[in-house]
Structure formats: C-alpha cells, structure tokens
C-alpha cells in the first residue's frame, strides 16, 4: 500500500471511529436503518414491490433486494425473514427469476396446508413491507453452456425451473425471446399438479411450449391419474440421452432416484427445506462447542440435564424470570414446561430458547 | 417496617397454603391469557417506542450542535433527557429483561441489546434480574434493599454512620447511573471484604471502566466537539440532561419497593417457597405508582411494579391491561395494593430513607417541645460504642410502645385500607 492509500485508509478508520464514539452505545447503522435500510453495509434486507396471485393459493412476490445483494444463479433459492404476529420467521423459496435488468427479485409461495409464513406471503402481505433475506444459495442451477435436459417438477417444485427457464426464454410484448445464449439448450419438463387450475406457471409453460422453447409434458392428477416414474420411458423416450433435474415432494424425488440408479442414469435433485419437526416427548441434546450429547427427558430442563451431562451452562433464577440462561437453538424443537407452548428452530432462524423451564421434544442441537 | 414474618399483624396470616396455591394459580392464568395474546400489535408498539426515542435523540443532538442560542438549548436539553429516559426504562429495562425476545428479532434481543447507563448490559441484567427480582425485599439476599449503602428496613441494626443517608440518597438520585454501576459490581461489598483483587471483579471492572468511558466520551467530548462555538453550552446540555434522567430514573426506583406499606422478608423463610409464595411476596413487596398513560411510558412501566414483578418478562405495554385483574386479585385475598401517584409516593420513600437515618423509634418519641433534648440524646448515643447504643436502642423503643399505647389502639393505616390517606 502507498502513503496516500494508508493515509486515507486512516483517515477514514478514524472518521468511523468518531462516528461510532457520537452514537454509542449505538451503532451508526442501528440510526441510518431509520433512513435508508437497504443501502450498502446495511444487514440484507428487501422490500416487498408487489404481491401478484398466480392461482387461487399462489403468489408470486417481487422484492426489491438491498444494495448488497450478490445476485444469484437461476435455480438458486433464498431465505427470507418476515414478521408474522410480531414473530420473526424464516423460510427458503426459489427465486423465479434469473437476474433482471431492474435488479428485484421475486419468488413465488404456494400456500400450503397449516403454512404460517406461505399463507401469509400469499394472502396477507403488502407491498412495502421490509423483509429480511439471505444471499441466495442452492447447488440446483442451470448447468452451463447448454445441453439436453429433463425437469421433471411436482407442485411448487416448479418454482427453481421456472427461474431457469425464464433467464433463458424471456417472455417479451412480442412473445418468448430466443436468445442465442439459448440455442443450446434441447429442454422437456415432465409437471406434476393436481388440477390445471392448480398448477402453477401453467400459462409460462404453455407459452413455452408453444412457442418452441421448450417442451412441456403436463400430467395433472385428476386428468392422467398420478404419475407413474416408470411411465417417464414413455413420455420421454430419449430419457436416457438427458440429464434429469427433478424438484418436488419427498416421494417422487425418491422414486425418480431409484428409478434412475437402476438405468444408470445423471439426475440431480432438490429437495425443498422440509425439516418437519413433531413435537415428541424428549430427544437428544447436542452440543457443538463442548462436543456433549446426552439424551433428555420430555419432561426435565434442558438446563439441568445439560449441567448434569457436565456442559457449562448459562444459568440464573431457573425459574424462567431472568433470562440469564438464554441460548440460541440451533435446530430442534423444545416445549415451555410452564404451559405447554412448542417452540421449533431450523438453522438460521435464530430462536433463542430459555433452558431452565424448555424441555427436549425433540433432538435439539445448539451451537454452544 | 419489620420483616413481615415478625408483625404483630402479619397480612398473610390469613391466608392458607391452599388459598396461595391458588392465588398463584390465577396469577398463572392471567400471564397465559397475555402471552396467548401477544402479537402484531405490541411488536409495532416496541418498534415505534424505538423509532420515536431514536428521532428525538437525533433531533435534540442536532438542535444542541446551536445550543449557544438559549432556545435551542433549552429544546434541546428537554429533548435530550426525555429520550434519555425512554431509552433507560420504557425501552431499555424492558428489553433488557427479555420481554420482546419472544419476536425473534436480533436486534431487539435481551442478549445484544447495550442500553445508554454506564453499567454494561450484561452486568445489569445479573444483579437486576437475577438477583433483584429473584430475592425481592429478602433482606440480605437483594441488594436493591438500600444498595448495600443504606439502612433500609428497621431491622437493620442503627449505625451513626445512617445519619448521613438523607445526603448520601440525595447524591446518589443525582449521580445514579454510576451508582447503578457501582452496584452491579457489588462494589460496596468487596470494598468491605477487601476483594478488589478478585479476577471475577477486575474483569467486570475493566468492563464497566470501559462503558464509562464511552458513555462520557460521548455526551462530554464528542458532542460538545461538534457543537464548535458552542462547546460549553453542550457540554452543560448533557450534564443535565443526564443529571435529570438519573433523578427521574431514582426516584421512580424508590417508588416501587421503599415507600410505607411495602414488606420486607426474612432469608429463611424463602427456603423451599412454592411459585405461590413467590407470587405474594412479589405482590406485598412492590408499589405502583397511579398516573396517566404518559406517566407509565414514562417511567417505563414500572408505575405498574406490582404487575412487573408478577410477570417480569411480559410486554411492558400490556402492564396498564393486566392491572385491573391483579387488582381484583388482591381484593379477593384480602390484600393491600400499595399505588399512590408519584408524589405522595415520593415523599413516602424519602420519609422512610430520613426515618431510617435515626434510631428505631426516635422519630415517633420527638416532638417539637422535647426536640432539643432529642438531639442531646442523638448526640449521645452517636458517640457512644455499641454497647451504648444498644441500650439507649432498647429505652427507646419501650418509650416509643408506651406513646403509641396511650395514643388509644393501634390504627394499622395501610393494611386493609385500600388506599392510603397520602393518596386522597
């Protein structure tokens, strides 16, 4: 580094410092958030542009991402935070969009059947609501330069392909752009939805379709009865000159897997974040930090059967009125022995439980 | 006061140990009721309250940069220690104690949150919570009982050195975020045990040297700094605007557990407490403060600090909801709910500190024609070693039996009387 470099490097170090000194116990940002909460160095957060129907129970959700937004891949998913009843929840959903010039985001929920966060995205939030995101992620991406390709999708696992499809096929005034970048690409998707009513994208697909870019394979249960995978031959009878790229529910992700190890065939899958806790009675505690297990009881303090396994615990009034024991769960699910209430975590949420009055209902694992 | 285990009249004789089962029961019932109803609406009230504190201290900060002009020093100032006070007890406190960590929100988290005082977070959280509200009003568990500095209760035996507690309550009102600090460290405490070596303590130390020196820093450097001209003026501004919210922030502490009417318990007998006992100490060992909405907000909500520590980590905006039901409560096992408005409570709590500052009984046995011979007999006793004192003690207290006995029976002021005459 050269003198004026340093010497602004320092300078600025010290204007921050100052700053800081001006706002503590604050931080500056905790004030610019006031103003400007989606400017660069801000924590990533969004605001939601417009909410759109797609199907009676499906939505699509543009949002307008903070300056440090890293932009993503098509296919990739993100985690978005929002506020429902005062209480931050978490939830992943693939970006239906590969990067567009105006630089938003969008994802498209499906509601579904005791969903809190999907009913709420599709049926009660609004536009102009501050959400919070992660930067986008997902190893199910649009493999590069081109080639042959089967999506085979059930329900809402259309939404990664769609993100795919349309950073290929924009869909302009005139009708779908083929671009050259495109050419490459020979695509079939098989979707699975219940009714065509139902399906969501339909009209995306069909327009796909008909305009030649790809070809769509729609099986709707209540027309083709439920797909059979070993029907996919079939369907697709070049089958095993692509390579498939499947989304959907845990069933016919496993199917498709066994179906294609038998034939020896490429297929790369997704699964959506299905991490389905069910409060039980007890489950096995881990600690990251202090590399303990113990199994405890359903209906013992995660406190003093964490101390009885020999962790150093964070402790106070073990009567749940201090809060002095509080620590972050990473994953699992615990219940409040004072009344009942089930609490559950999956990564990145971050739920803080109180251990002296949570019992296990399930395994728990927490980072300390 | 006496512990209350010792009164003649004890007020929780009358109940069993079904009835405070069952009192604690109800109090249970009702802390469901408001968590089932948490929600939307109280998040947007802690986001707003934030916002609101926030602005106010970017706005009088930014009229104090002029404060060389007198108006803008006197908004500035009065912006200045109002947000000081809503970031101290409506905000911080309650965050704090963990009350909005149910929303899941990082940055309003009773383990990240660092609040405008000079004792740090963490520190605060352990005496306050922990200790404070676990052991409130045991004497020698809870150290808020007289901050480990002053007499408070009658069964702490007199020392001449008490004589001086009106003064040193006074400097303390005026200075209290430090003394707060002082507190957390349990400063007094090792000074007398001479454990300033601890490793325990001098970390805790370092940490609260450091805070202070960014808390002054801040108000007495930095922003006087960027006033320019106006230096001085600024430096004066968060002088007192610091001064007012430590007088405002003492004075609403001392309403909740040192006014008359307020009791006092005895270690051994929280050993083996049920939740229920718990509950009645936490309901006879606090007082309210009556007001306007305002005034709540204003003293965070710990006008309603019978409702508080019933359910420290409830929303503090749902407080002014649950005291009503509280209220019924009370009513119905026949106890006093000790509320008077800020005043009479004031004054009430200082009565008691100037009360406490003499010897047991030397109040009630004065009266303004044998004054002077009181005094002579003060002085004395002052003087005098131990011994001395424990026997004028004891001819004090027989005198002041025999004058509250020919004073015809013994009116008991606040025990089944709702409300006091103070209040009227």
Redesign the interface.
């Known amino acids: 580094m050269n003198l004026p470099q340093r010497a602004g490097t320092v300078a600025v170090v010290s204007i921050t410092r100052?700053i800081e000194?001006?706002?503590?116990?604050?931080l500056p940002a905790?004030?610019l958030d006031?103003f400007i909460p989606l400017r660069a160095g801000a924590d990533l957060r969004g605001r939601i542009v417009s909410v759109t129907p797609e199907t009676q129970d499906a939505a699509t959700i543009e949002i307008q991402p903070g300056a440090d937004w890293a932009g993503h891949v098509p296919g990739q998913y993100l985690r978005i935070g929002i506020?429902?009843?005062?209480?931050?929840?978490w939830r992943a959903y693939s970006l239906t969009h590969g990067p567009r010039a105006d630089g938003r985001i969008a994802i498209t929920v499906k509601a579904v059947p005791d969903g809190l966060v999907s009913h709420h995205l599709v049926h009660r939030a609004s536009p102009g609501t501050l959400v919070h995101l992660e930067q986008a992620a997902g190893e199910f991406v649009l493999p590069l330069p081109g080639g042959r390709l089967l999506f085979v999708t059930a329900g809402s696992g259309i939404t990664p392909v769609i993100g795919m499809l349309r950073n290929l096929f924009p869909v302009s005034a005139d009708g779908v752009l083929k671009l050259p970048r495109s050419a490459a690409y020979d695509i079939v998707v098989v979707h699975v939805a219940p009714t065509r009513p139902a399906s969501i994208f339909r009209r995306d697909l069909e327009e796909l379709d008909r305009s030649g870019a790809i070809r769509l394979i729609a099986r709707y249960d209540d027309e083709h009865g439920v797909l059979d995978v070993d029907d996919l031959e079939a369907l697709v009878p070049d089958l095993a000159q692509r390579a498939t790229f499947a989304c959907g529910p845990a069933g016919l992700l496993e199917a498709l897997e066994a179906h294609h190890r038998v034939r020896g065939l490429e297929l790369q899958t997704e699964k959506f974040r299905t991490t389905f806790h069910v409060a039980g009675q007890g489950g096995t505690l881990s600690f990251a930090a202090s590399g303990t297990t113990v199994s405890a009881d359903g209906d013992r303090p995660i406190l003093d059967v964490a101390e009885q396994a020999g962790v150093l615990m964070p402790s106070?009034?073990r009567?749940?009125?201090?809060?002095?024991c509080?620590l972050p769960l990473r994953e699992g699910i615990v219940r409040d022995l004072?009344?009942g209430?089930v609490t559950t975590a999956t990564p990145g949420?971050?739920?803080?439980i109180?251990t002296c009055i949570s019992a296990a209902a399930g395994d728990c694992h927490f980072d300390h | 006061m006496t512990v209350i285990q010792k009164k003649a009249d004890n007020p929780i004789a009358h109940l069993s140990a079904q009835d405070i089962e069952e009192l604690g029961r109800e109090l249970d019932a009702i802390r469901q009721r408001f968590l089932a109803e948490r929600g939307a609406s109280d998040a947007a009230y802690i986001r707003s309250m934030i916002k609101t504190q926030r602005y106010l201290e970017l706005g009088s900060r930014a009229v104090l940069l002029f404060s060389l002009f007198p108006p803008a020093w006197v908004v500035g100032t009065a912006g200045l220690s109002i947000s000081k006070i809503l970031e101290n007890m409506e905000i911080g406190h309650n965050v704090l104690h963990g009350q909005w960590d149910w929303m899941r929100d990082p940055k309003i988290h009773s383990t990240t949150w660092e609040w405008d005082s000079a004792s740090p977070s963490d520190q605060w959280k352990h005496a306050h919570n922990e200790v404070h509200h676990n052991y409130t009003n045991v004497i020698g568990k809870d150290n808020d009982l007289g901050y480990g500095i002053f007499r408070a209760d009658e069964d702490q035996p007199w020392h001449p050195a008490h004589l001086g507690q009106p003064l040193w309550n006074f400097v303390n009102a005026l200075i209290f975020e430090y003394g707060i600090a002082a507190y957390d460290l349990e400063l007094g405490a090792r000074l007398k045990r001479k454990q300033l070596d601890d490793p325990e303590f001098k970390a805790n130390g370092k940490q609260v040297l450091k805070k202070i020196r960014r808390q002054a820093g801040k108000d007495y450097l930095i922003h006087p700094l960027l006033s320019g001209p106006s230096f001085f003026h600024t430096l004066g501004a968060n002088v007192v605007a610091n001064v007012v919210r430590n007088v405002w922030a003492h004075s609403v502490i001392m309403c909740g557990h040192f006014p008359e009417g307020v009791e006092t318990f005895e270690k051994r007998s929280i050993e083996g407490e049920t939740k229920g006992e718990w509950y009645v100490r936490q309901m006879l060992g606090s007082a309210n403060i009556s007001g306007s909405r305002l005034m709540h907000i204003m003293t965070g909500n710990l006008s309603h600090q019978i409702e508080h520590h019933l359910f420290p980590d409830l929303p503090s905006n749902r407080y002014a909801e649950i005291a009503p039901l509280v209220q019924e409560l009370f009513e119905k096992y026949d106890l006093t709910y000790c509320a008077r408005p800020l005043v009479p409570q004031v004054y009430s709590a200082w009565h008691k500190v100037f009360r406490l500052s003499l010897p047991n009984g030397w109040l009630d046995t004065t009266t303004p024609r044998n004054l002077p011979s009181q005094l002579v007999k003060l002085y004395k006793i002052s003087r005098g070693g131990a011994k001395v004192r424990r026997a004028a003690q004891a001819r004090m207290t027989q005198e002041a039996r025999r004058i509250a006995a020919e004073r015809g029976p013994v009116v008991v002021p606040q025990r089944r009387v709702r409300r006091d005459p103070l209040a009227a």
């Open positions: 100052f000194a001006a706002t503590t116990p604050l905790d004030y006031l506020d429902i009843d005062g209480i931050r929840q106070g009034c009567m749940g009125i201090c809060f002095g509080v004072r009344d209430a949420d971050g739920v803080v109180q």
